[in-house]
């Protein structure tokens, strides 16, 4: 019996989630999103999935990729689509009658792009009242503004940094979603569901004044409030990505 897990799931553009097979196991992998869907029901019910078979050892039959998708859909997920933009891939996506999104090959093959630093070596300060942040950018994408959001951001409301961070001077309430292309800073309280790097910038952080987050996610990799320490729980602190491993320390 393999304990490898059978599947690993990241989110890659805003609102949308790649699930990467990593091996052919329709029953560990119903087993494993039901268990995510039960820790983070608000982010993975009938959330959009696009299905990444291109670590599997061989592509799986038409017959075979069907029931995958059926039991993502059992899971309470809903498949949407292919990636990975290979000749048999876009043969089985067709047959499947399935859009192939070739782009997200970009979220799992960035080996050639440097790991986001710790935080006893950061690169830049984004505001006197936060510690230091790294700065670099992933090749191809051009520093942007930040947006500022000056009101507080209530539940059922999304803010959404394209190509730039995010500044939110209040609260992100309860249910609330806050994302940002690159980094996240919350001079307030931030209850709901912070995403930074939401394009797959490695070296996005997320900062906030008070820690109460349902979910933090950066470059896909997340962590939901259950999993959270406790000793953070209300207080300032720093998220960041070390290897694949998304990390909280306290700030000061």
Request: proline share 8%; aromatic share 6%.
């Amino acid at each position: 019996m393999s304990f490898e897990p059978a599947s690993e799931l990241k989110f890659g553009q805003v609102g949308v989630a790649n699930l990467r097979l990593k091996r052919l196991d329709a029953i560990a992998m119903s087993a494993e999103l039901a268990a995510k869907l039960t820790s983070a029901p608000q982010l993975f019910l009938r959330t959009p999935v696009i299905l990444d078979l291109s670590h599997l050892p061989a592509l799986p039959t038409r017959d075979e990729v069907r029931g995958v998708l059926d039991r993502i859909r059992a899971a309470g997920m809903l498949p949407v689509g292919l990636s990975y933009g290979t000749t048999e891939n876009e043969e089985l996506a067709r047959s499947l009658e399935l859009p192939l999104f070739a782009k997200f090959r970009a979220a799992f093959e960035r080996a050639g792009e440097p790991m986001a630093e710790p935080p006893s070596a950061p690169a830049a300060t984004p505001a006197a009242a936060q510690p230091k942040k790294a700065t670099s950018q992933p090749p191809g994408r051009a520093a942007a503004p930040s947006l500022h959001q000056d009101s507080p951001v209530r539940s059922g409301q999304q803010v959404y940094a394209r190509g730039g961070d995010l500044v939110a001077t209040k609260l992100v309430a309860n249910g609330a979603e806050v994302i940002a292309d690159g980094s996240i800073h919350v001079y307030g309280a931030l209850r709901g569901r912070a995403l930074a790097g939401a394009q797959g910038d490695e070296s996005a952080r997320i900062y906030c004044q008070e820690f109460h987050a349902e979910l933090v996610s950066i470059a896909g990799r997340y962590r939901v409030f259950e999993d959270l320490p406790e000793d953070l729980r209300g207080k300032p602190v720093q998220a960041w990505l070390e290897g694949e491993k998304l990390l909280l320390a306290r700030l000061g």
